[in-house]
């Protein structure tokens, strides 16, 4: 598709010489409805709006023009998650940590009680504070990122939150039913807001779906952005469209290899896939083994008495379900992605059926941690368990350590995608543009992975949407996560990456 851009600028100046501002109708710009403003009714808001709207019109013509429309859905999505993080924060703040501070300051003249049911033993309510003797400097360390120590009797955690009822004048506030009504509402938010953003996509996929030759006319006839009037984003169009297109042909090339099969290559590769997914099942089996393992000797170190082994060795221990959990996230994706070569789908159904596999290893470790503290939990050498039903001497709240859990499982997912892009992507860069080395010519530069990045996303997500319930403050943590994870994923984009030689197309409910 080629446009003499002289002409189309002189046709735009002279269209827009002829309307009146005021007049005009929505514009259609990257998909984007765009309504000029009247310049009677200039502001401050409104140039504020238009200044970031036309920083992320450019940002996001980039990304669809020089990597594809997959990427650009990737940092939408990001970008949704730190709004939706920060409105989950603001929940939680406000009607379960706000409340609590203003009962333990006496704000507002309020007086607070502990209400103790009788159906549970008084031993099994007690739970010390934190009452450092001598402590090491490292140790600050140490509790500043695993949640213990100092930590631990914060407002970060469940067992934080002791007061019952709160009284001011004639005002009655019920702590527990609020923080059961809260995370019910936060689930609620979010289920509803993701469901919205899918079926916003569903009229389009329609579309899609109805007729492979209506889709490539849409494209080659309709697909043109008339709005256009920089020479810059035409090329970028240009370069999107093409993008489309060429994974519209890869499908129907592979769809067209697959309805030429013969009955004995049917069975034949019918028979591989079994023993692929045999093979599939053993790589979780050996993952689900290896997070048990760790999570037990991890939690039998911490309650020891003298544990002490320096700041690397306890820290290392403290994290070591959260080290195994994301290796086991990284490798099995790696190893997924060669199974999956040899088992002949199409891009489309190869490339769900691996998002599906990845997903299940990944929310399937974070349940395997859980099941394997929860034992921890409950098993105890003697009677102890039976008069709380646990162990409550080794664990006085086991809330709260599962909430540390939950946030040492965050901040090793935001340092471990810091450090790869830091030590891994941006050396690779250096290596591969200034090294002529047949070795590193063959490596070759980065590319980026859109079903492996979001994958993580949606992890990091996961990890979120459990501990909040033990860790109100958790989602303001990851909101400050998706926004740091936001630009170090795009400036990595932008100087260490390269287009993926494999199309992938946006998803429609981005």
């Not at 600028?9 to 007049?23: A, E, P, Y």
């Not at 990737?74 to 703040?93: A, D």
């Not at 099941?371 to 098993?379: C, H, R, Y």
């Not at 860069?429 to 996303?457: E, M, R």
């Amino acid at each position: 598709m080629l446009i003499n851009l002289n002409k189309l600028k002189s046709g735009f100046s002279r269209l827009l010489s002829v309307w009146d501002i005021k007049q005009q109708g929505p514009c259609q710009v990257n998909g984007v409805q765009v309504q000029l403003k009247s310049r009677r009714g200039f502001s401050l808001s409104i140039l504020i709006e238009n200044v970031v709207n036309s920083i992320y019109s450019f940002f996001s013509f980039y990304l669809s023009g020089k990597f594809g429309t997959g990427i650009q859905s990737y940092f939408s999505f990001l970008s949704f998650l730190v709004l939706l993080n920060f409105v989950i924060f603001l929940l939680m703040f406000t009607f379960i940590t706000l409340p609590m501070i203003i009962s333990d300051h006496g704000v507002l003249n309020t007086t607070h009680s502990h209400v103790t049911s009788p159906a549970i033993a008084e031993e099994c309510t007690v739970y010390e504070e934190f009452n450092p003797k001598l402590v090491l400097f490292y140790s600050y360390m140490t509790s500043l990122l695993s949640g213990t120590g100092f930590l631990e009797q914060t407002y970060l955690f469940y067992g934080f939150y002791r007061t019952d009822d709160m009284r001011s004048w004639n005002f009655h506030y019920n702590l527990p039913l609020a923080y059961f009504i809260t995370t019910f509402a936060y689930i609620l938010l979010s289920l509803f807001w993701i469901v919205k953003r899918a079926v916003e996509g569903f009229k389009q996929s329609f579309i899609r779906s109805e007729d492979r030759f209506q889709s490539f006319c849409n494209k080659i006839f309709a697909g043109w952005d008339f709005c256009i009037r920089d020479e810059r984003a035409a090329e970028l169009k240009h370069r999107s469209l093409q993008y489309e297109l060429k994974t519209d042909l890869d499908e129907e090339r592979i769809k067209q290899k697959i309805a030429d099969r013969t009955q004995k290559e049917k069975v034949k590769i019918y028979l591989l896939r079994a023993l692929l997914n045999l093979l599939v099942v053993l790589i979780l089996i050996v993952c689900f083994y290896c997070i048990y393992k760790t999570t037990v000797y991890s939690q039998q170190f911490n309650n020891k008495e003298n544990n002490s082994g320096g700041f690397t060795i306890d820290l290392t221990i403290q994290y070591l379900p959260s080290i195994v959990i994301t290796a086991a996230n990284f490798i099995t994706p790696l190893l997924f992605e060669r199974i999956i070569r040899f088992e002949d789908y199409s891009p489309a159904f190869e490339i769900k059926f691996m998002l599906i596999r990845s997903v299940f290893v990944r929310l399937a470790n974070i349940i395997v941690l859980l099941v394997s503290l929860w034992l921890q939990i409950t098993t105890c050498d003697d009677k102890e368990c039976k008069t709380c039903g646990y162990n409550h001497k080794l664990y006085p709240c086991w809330e709260t350590r599962i909430g540390q859990e939950m946030y040492k499982l965050m901040i090793f997912d935001l340092i471990i995608i810091a450090s790869v892009t830091l030590f891994v992507e941006f050396p690779r860069k250096l290596l591969v543009t200034f090294c002529p080395f047949p070795p590193f010519t063959w490596w070759g530069q980065q590319q980026f992975s859109v079903p492996q990045n979001v994958l993580a996303i949606v992890y990091g997500q996961t990890i979120c949407w459990i501990g909040t319930f033990y860790s109100p403050l958790l989602p303001g943590i990851a909101t400050i996560k998706y926004f740091t994870i936001f630009y170090i994923k795009k400036i990595s984009l932008m100087t260490n990456c390269q287009p993926s030689t494999r199309p992938f197309r946006a998803s429609s409910s981005n």
